[in-house]
Nanobody, 118 residues
């Protein structure tokens, strides 16, 4: 199993920035794909961005491309999500997830709230 702990959420004004962190522990080699998801009230969970421990390939949803950047520090087992030019519609609980591939996440963090005020 992999344990995931997110941090970095908070309240920010539109146009501002936040950086989320996700520290992974446990059998991370069995879950090379690391992703950020978000869920706003009344909406489906959305896959926002992803990266793998093994290489530098990344994935971004269209809604965040050009504004969000996912990165990692393998030595610290930490994945980051830098969020710039935030919009009120980015308001959601953001979850870190791990899995064998971008299409199969099965380990989840507890989530961190991001609120963007207009």
């Amino acid at each position: 199993q992999v344990q995931l702990v997110e941090s970095g959420g908070g309240l920010v004004q539109a146009g501002g920035s936040l950086r989320l962190s996700c520290v992974a522990s446990g059998r991370t080699f069995e879950r090379p794909a690391m992703g950020w998801w978000r869920q706003a009230p009344g909406k489906a969970r959305e896959h926002v961005a992803a990266i793998t421990w093994r290489n530098t390939s990344t994935y971004y949803a269209d809604s965040v491309t050009g504004r969000f950047t996912i990165s990692k520090d393998n030595a610290k087992n930490t994945v980051y999500l830098q969020m710039n030019s935030l919009k009120p519609e980015d308001t959601a609980v953001y979850y870190c997830a791990a899995g064998p591939s971008y299409h199969a996440y099965d380990q989840w963090g507890q989530g961190t709230q991001v609120t963007v005020s207009s």
